[in-house]
């Protein structure tokens, strides 16, 4: 639930929850985001509030900078201010439109640099002993085999994972359909390995929760047969982490950073990569290139006359 406003903020929460509206509306903002954007813009209510602004409209350069100020005072994580402020911003350029502020007051903030951290991700053969830990004959087996192939073989979030309903996959053409951040769809592969464990959890999947005409039937569920959750995956995955002796090695996303980092490693071109994970920028694919120095240097050494 979100948090409610405090008295003081309580004159903030109708012009927060229109910008919200309209963040869904014109973006097709998860409930994810929403609910990350309404905590940064309940915090920024309480300081303007503190700082006697009876409405947002109220607020100035002067006083955002200090609540920026403040966010790194209060020993905020480098990416984490520059979401806060990037809130503040896109908040202000919505009251422009809006017209309860004729000019933007946060504009002139800026985020502190954000250094990039390169993704961690599993070898070959650590992938390969992470799949083959789910044993079919264990109660949910074949289904954390069937999810962590399908993760591995298609580059899923673990949030695209958990929305994948049964007509979403058509197996016989090695596809699932998926759905992405801003509500944009794209087609994963499905891979020779993932379509046997789908295949076989398929088979073997206890009777849905819902009534058997349902319109949407889930893919994964859990052992009550209703949707699995996001928890769920994590929870499953520190599992199997454990049977193949890679605990704290990987989280639901280092599977996707593993599917990135083979396929540029083996010579994927950057711009199918981009594609195959839904990236709407080739600059955050290009962070995956690191790995394919190895490959850079071999390619070296074969090609160039004065190599060796």
Partial sequence: MPTPPTDATTGFAPVIERFLGAM??????????????????LQLSEFLASAGCRSPGDATSTILRRFAGGLHAAGYASATVARKLASTRSFYAFGQREGWVRTNPAKPLRGPKRSRKLPKFLTGEEI?????A??????????DRAILELMYSAGLRVRELVTVDDADLDLRGGTVRVRGKGRRE????????????????????????????????PLFTNRFGT???V??????????????????????????HSFATHLLDAGADI??????????????????????????????????PRAR
């Fill in 128 to 132: 390969g002993r992470l799949l083959a």
């Fill in 134 to 143: 789910p044993q079919p004959k264990a109660a949910g087996g074949l289904r």
């Fill in 24 to 41: 869904v509306a014109e973006r097709g903002c998860s409930p994810f985001t929403v609910k990350s954007y309404r905590e940064d813009l």
């Fill in 231 to 256: 928890r769920g995956v994590a929870r499953l995955l520190e599992k199997h982490l454990l049977t193949a002796e890679l605990a704290g090695r990987a989280s639901p996303h280092t599977l996707r």
């Fill in 227 to 229: 949707r699995l959750s």
């Fill in 271 to 304: 711009r199918s990569v981009q594609e195959l994970l839904g990236h709407k920028s080739l600059v955050t694919t290009q962070i995956y290139t690191h790995v394919t120095t190895t490959r850079l240097l071999d390619a070296f050494d074969k090609a160039h």
């Fill in 186 to 217: 794209r087609l994963g592969i499905v891979g020779r390995h993932a379509r046997a464990a789908l295949e076989a959890w398929l088979a073997s999947r206890p009777r849905p929760r819902a009534a058997p005409n349902a319109r949407v039937q």
